[in-house]
């Protein structure tokens, strides 16, 4: 695990056990939000935590969300391996509690209830509240709240994880597709960490408008796939839902043969008024910081927000829908953002990284404003932007397609050029090719120009960068090539001082182009490297080099506080499929949606460049 990773689990359990405590709100915020940041961070903050003390705090304050107390906890950390207020903390609180937070649904406050009032001190207790029944006895423990407990548990145990987005989205679009037909429906939509484009998702939340919300509920819980229906009422049904676990070139970890577990992932309903559509859509998106921060804007503007739309403000404990009060705005999330002073933010932007000020509509332009005309959600990189595949494989190594085929499709799909980059010779299991083989494989690619008009066919490789840095081939081979990928396939547990020095030096190589899957990591499975990206950023400006991201939902590698990064500092980045089989194209989607999230235009994008363009880029190593 990487500092940043230990920081960030460590700040947020502090965050969690002070919240159970009941301690002082502003400190669990604050914890919070450090552990959120410090998990994103793009740079590696060990180097910058064994700086001379003053030093180190000084720049460490300069990150957003980490103060003074933060810094020195955060410099505690990295020269001890310990906090001391978290092991305090751990001091004044049962340990069985902290796997219980884990649990969906058993948040800090309800842990603090289940311990203070119900003298629950790890799971073995709560299951013996739940079989006596004394857990309906303590406060908000109705019989469905305990239900939902149990079931949270359940699925806990069967060692339930988040979903890759690639996973989830064609559950969430059949469901959309299905409901979309039932009578009497005007809205439907996935809201959620699905519709914000995360690179995983806890569950999926289907949001409705219709006339007769019952058909709605039965047409869902209906559903072929639904194995379990939790619940089942007038305007909100949850279900579990079958996954098909196929990923590919990857396999599903767990289980197999007759013990095998049917994966499966909850999916929640609401079926709402239409007046409400567009606040109940931007609630049930979120994410909870974007939502807190908008809801705090409110307030200053004199007004309050909530699912059900913008009210006036007073100082009634009811909520204004309770009491009729009419919404400034509800009806579109357009006009709530109008309403707040904002321009419209993107779903895939909503999640508390500086979105709100650089929204504004009184605003000047800032960092992830766009080159298309207006600051705003049109600046953002668009899957029709695309236009190139530069990273691709055939039957020579381990793809499925021809070079023919390959070209066939990626000219069907509208794209100007098609790169084919079949594996190095190291990479063994993936059939690599030798310099003989690649030789060949160069003159075949250069026939097949000839047979395939209307798009061009670059002949490359996706070459391995060796333990050291050095790449897979001699230089006078890789002369040869229009196009060099240049990937981490082995070694990837380095620490992260080796790590950057050996991506480092595979950037500084004149004739790279490309910086492929540059942690190598795979979502759910293996961590990758952690490599310091704001020098690897840096480099990559320097030498004219595209730092990728690779759209397979397994690696989405570059992640988006990634790409975040390389924006603001000026690298170019390229989004490509890494296409082994037709499917893979499909992926597109995913590598788009990362790149919005992390505030790329279309223009820093090397795909999206008209082909002349493009060809001259490639030729300037040549």
């Not at 990937?487 to 004149?510: E, F, G, I, N």
């Amino acid at each position: 695990m990487s500092v940043n990773a230990a920081l960030a689990e460590r700040f947020s359990l502090i965050a969690k056990l002070m919240d159970v405590l009941g301690e002082d709100r502003f400190k669990v915020l604050a914890h919070a939000k450090a552990a959120r940041i410090i998990g994103d961070l793009a740079q590696d903050i060990e180097p910058i935590a064994r700086l001379p003390a003053p030093e180190a705090r000084k720049r460490l304050v300069e990150l957003e969300g980490v103060g003074p107390k933060i810094a020195d906890k955060i410099v505690e950390f990295v020269t001890t391996g310990t906090i001391g207020e978290l092991d305090e903390l751990r001091a004044r609180v049962p340990a069985g509690l902290v796997p219980l937070m884990d649990i969906p649904g058993l948040g800090p406050k309800t842990v603090a209830v289940l311990w203070q009032q119900g003298k629950v001190e790890d799971l073995a207790g709560l299951k013996r509240i739940i079989a006596d029944g004394s857990i309906l006895n303590l406060p908000r423990m109705g019989e469905k709240a305990v239900a939902k407990i149990e079931e949270s548990i359940a699925l806990a145990e069967q060692g339930s994880q988040r979903l890759n987005i690639g996973l989830a989205t064609p559950i969430a679009e059949r469901i959309v597709e299905h409901l979309k037909k039932v009578r009497g429906v005007k809205h439907v939509a996935c809201a959620g960490s699905a519709r914000r484009g995360r690179e995983t998702v806890g569950d999926l939340d289907i949001l409705v408008t219709a006339t007769d919300p019952g058909a709605v509920g039965k047409a869902f819980r209906a559903m072929p796939e639904v194995r379990q229906s939790i619940l089942a009422g007038e305007t909100k049904s949850s279900v579990r839902i079958a996954i098909n676990p196929d990923m590919g070139r990857w396999t599903l970890e767990g289980q197999h043969g007759k013990e095998a577990v049917e994966p499966t992932i909850q999916v929640d309903l609401r079926v709402l008024d239409d007046s409400s559509w567009g606040a109940a859509l931007m609630y049930f998106t979120g994410s909870k910081e974007h939502n807190v921060g908008l809801r705090e804007r409110a307030l200053k503007m004199g007004m309050t927000l909530n699912e059900y739309g913008l009210f006036p403000r007073d100082d009634a404990d009811e909520p204004p829908q309770k009491r009729g009060i009419k919404p400034v705005a509800a009806k579109t999330e357009e006009e709530v953002y109008e309403k707040l002073g904002l321009e419209f933010i993107p779903p895939e932007l909503r999640e508390d990284r500086g979105e709100v000020v650089a929204f504004e509509r009184t605003a000047k332009p800032g960092k992830g404003a766009g080159e298309r005309g207006s600051r705003g959600a049109d600046a953002l990189i668009e899957l029709s932007d695309i236009k190139a595949e530069l990273h691709a494989h055939t039957t020579a190594s381990d793809g499925r397609l021809s070079i023919l085929e390959l070209a066939s499709e990626a000219k069907r799909r509208g794209f100007h050029t098609i790169a084919v980059t079949d594996h190095s010779k190291s990479s063994v299991i993936a059939n690599g090719l030798r310099p003989d083989r690649l030789r060949k494989h160069i003159g075949a690619i250069h026939a097949a120009r000839d047979r395939i008009k209307g798009i061009t066919i670059l002949a490359g490789s996706e070459v391995d960068i060796l333990s050291d840095g050095s790449l897979d081939y001699d230089d006078d081979l890789l002369a040869e090539l229009d196009i060099v990928v240049a990937s981490p396939h082995v070694a990837l547990s380095q620490d992260p001082a080796t790590a950057t020095r050996r991506l480092l030096r595979a950037v500084r190589h004149p004739m790279v182009h490309i910086l492929g899957h540059p942690t190598g990591r795979l979502i759910n499975k293996r961590a990758g490297l952690s490599p310091d990206m704001p020098e690897l950023i840096a480099a990559a400006k320097e030498h004219n080099v595209a730092l990728e991201i690779n759209a397979h939902w397994m690696r989405l590698d570059l992640r988006d506080t990634h790409v975040r990064a390389a924006v603001e500092g000026g690298a170019l980045i390229a989004i490509d499929c890494d296409v082994h089989e037709v499917a893979d194209y499909d992926n597109l989607r995913f590598g788009v949606m990362t790149g919005r999230r992390g505030w790329l235009t279309a223009e820093g994008c090397i795909n999206t460049w008209a082909g002349p363009r493009l060809h001259k880029w490639l030729r300037a190593k040549r």
